[in-house]
Nanobody
Framework: QVQLVQSGGGLVQAGGSLGVSCEASGRTFDLYAMAWFRQSPGKELEFVSMISWNDDFTYYADSVKGRFTISRDNAKNTMYLQMNNLKPEDTAVYYC???????????????WGQGTQVTVSS
């Protein structure tokens, strides 16, 4: 069993920055791949970014590339998403996810955080 607990997020004006964190506990050695997804009201879950366990691979959705940075600190079992130059369309509930494969499909991830609201005002 793996538990993922999120923190961070909040409200910011367009052009501002926010960060979200995801701390893993339990059988963390099962988490080869970690990822961030987001969901806006009325929309499907959307892939944002992913990172491998040893930090040698990262990948971003085109919509956030150049503005968001994913990272992890294995000593703290924590993954981060730093979001800069935020836009109103980034408003969503952000979820961290952990699994065994580096893919962009949410159904392949077995472990999920509780979700964190990020709101960007115009």
């Amino acid at each position: 069993q793996v538990q993922l607990v999120q923190s961070g997020g909040g409200l910011v004006q367009a052009g501002g920055s926010l960060g979200v964190s995801c701390e893993a506990s339990g059988r963390t050695f099962d988490l080869y791949a970690m990822a961030w997804f987001r969901q806006s009201p009325g929309k499907e879950l959307e892939f944002v970014s992913m990172i491998s366990w040893n930090d040698d691979f990262t990948y971003y959705a085109d919509s956030v590339k150049g503005r968001f940075t994913i990272s992890r600190d294995n000593a703290k079992n924590t993954m981060y998403l730093q979001m800069n130059n935020l836009k109103p369309e980034d408003t969503a509930v952000y979820y961290c996810a952990g699994g065994r494969a580096l893919v962009t499909y949410p159904s392949t991830y077995d472990n999920w955080g509780q979700g964190t609201q990020v709101t960007v005002s115009s």
